[in-house]
């Protein structure tokens, strides 16, 4: 297994990192912590490690103090915990001036390798190396962080690409654009309609239509094996499928786990509620979807109303709908989600006794909280009453003055202070809440 390390220990200082469209997320190194990057798959953690590596060498950081090893590399696949100790051997043999410099260490899939906490926990205790961790983010957020590194790790979350970061990657804006002349606005609407189809994985970025559906398809396949049936060994892949397809075409939606299984039930579909809701626990751990619960004082009344469920990417939304317009809101509602999710501590929705509601309350790290509602189109004066009057009554109800509507292309202040703005100016940041 020496071998092997030296081996790929020499490739990775003979490798050149590629160029890349820098990602717009936080990766703090905090000294006795590792940094653990989380998220989907495909994602792009390993490259948003790159990036953090050409950042280190901009600083003057020698490469060799830089050490990258992927343990999905079919060369260690005979490795095991004993082996853990060869690498440290391997590396301060090959660079033994580093054994007295801080090092920064990168480990790929790492929770292929049982009992690799252990490891990392002495790494983090008794050398001097700043440790990374990207990998199957349901296992990274498992048993082993929450018992043997418990304290010792900080977390960061990968997304697909942002509106603002996908812009980049098409080679339209070097940075998102701040003013906004005719040209521009033009511009952005047209990126705005491509990227409602073809959402932000980095690899799907320049691929055509049949390509980039075929790919997210299997992404969706790769968590439903490998990060969910694999994982926890389930059997009954049929309902875990119908469970996937439910969600996917009704995003944003309140789903309610029991009315799921009445429903399958009535289809002869064998299945139990418990499978069900454990089931829905595991895409979560996953990334594939998220839950937003109800917005209310008394955690009794918050687990008995369905959260509504929220898809990582509208890629993938729009690849599993048929595409029709009567999706455009769902997918564009989800849209505006991931741009929240990204920012806020919090994500809730909101429904009050009268039948009032708006689609998130959203509150940040300094305890500040916005309304924001999601709409299409407000031309309709019934559902411009609907939408407006809701965000009114709920802000003044909970004394939030900062209130915002989304919608596809329209924008105005209207003289209550509620700020209505398109999709495309408020996902680039230009008066969006928070």
């Given at each position: ?41 495909r994602t792009g953690k390993t490259w948003f490690c790159y ?384």
């Amino acid at each position: 297994m020496k071998t092997v390390l030296e081996n790929l220990i020499d490739e990775f200082n003979d490798f050149e990192l590629p160029s890349l469209t820098r990602r717009d997320t936080d990766f703090p190194m905090i000294p006795r912590k590792a940094t653990v990057i989380i998220g989907m798959r495909r994602t792009g953690k390993t490259w948003f490690c790159y990036q953090k590596m050409q950042d280190l060498k901009a600083e003057g950081i020698d490469s060799s103090r830089i050490l990258y090893i992927n343990f999905d590399d079919d060369r260690l696949l005979g490795f095991s915990v004993e082996d853990f100790q060869s690498i440290l051997d391997v590396y301060y043999a090959r660079f033994p001036e580093n054994k007295e410099r801080l090092c920064f260490f990168f480990f790929d899939e790492i929770q292929v390798i049982d009992h690799w906490e252990q490891f990392i926990r002495r790494l983090i205790d008794r050398e001097k190396v700043q440790v990374t961790l990207t990998g199957s983010s349901s296992k990274l957020l498992g048993v082993e962080i929450a018992t043997s590194l418990r304290g010792r790790t900080f977390t960061s979350e990968m997304f697909p690409m942002c509106f603002g970061e996908y812009l980049a990657a098409r080679g339209l804006f070097k940075e998102p654009p701040e003013r906004f002349p005719p040209v521009t606005q033009a511009k952005l609407r047209h990126a705005i309609g491509e990227y409602f189809k073809a959402g932000g994985f980095p690899e799907t970025i320049h691929l055509g239509t049949f390509q980039r559906q075929r790919l997210l398809q299997d992404y969706v396949d790769s968590v439903l094996f490998r990060d969910v049936v694999e994982r926890h060994k389930i059997k009954n892949i049929v309902v875990l499928r119908r469970l996937i397809g439910e969600i996917l075409r009704s995003p944003g939606q309140k789903f309610s786990v029991n009315k799921f299984y009445n429903t399958l039930n009535s289809q002869g579909v064998q299945c139990d509620k418990t499978s069900l809701y454990a089931y829905l626990d595991y895409l979560i751990d996953a990334f594939l979807f998220y839950r937003v619960p109800l917005h209310h004082k008394s955690e009794r009344v918050r687990r008995v109303n369905p959260p509504k469920i929220y898809c990582v990417d509208p890629g993938i939304l729009y690849t599993a709908m048929t595409g029709s317009e009567d999706n455009n809101g769902p997918v564009f509602e989800n849209i505006i989600f991931n741009a929240l999710r990204r920012r806020a501590k919090s994500v809730e929705y909101v429904q009050t006794s009268d039948g009032r509601e708006v689609d998130f309350l959203v509150t940040d790290y300094q305890n500040r909280s916005c309304l924001v509602q999601a709409s299409w189109t407000l031309a309709d004066e019934k559902t411009y009453r609907r939408e407006i009057d809701s965000l009114a009554a709920v802000g003044e109800q909970m004394g939030i003055q900062d209130r915002v509507a989304v919608t596809w292309d329209e924008e105005r202040e209207l003289e209550n202070g509620i700020r209505i703005l398109p999709i495309w100016k408020f996902l680039l940041g230009s008066g969006r809440p928070l």
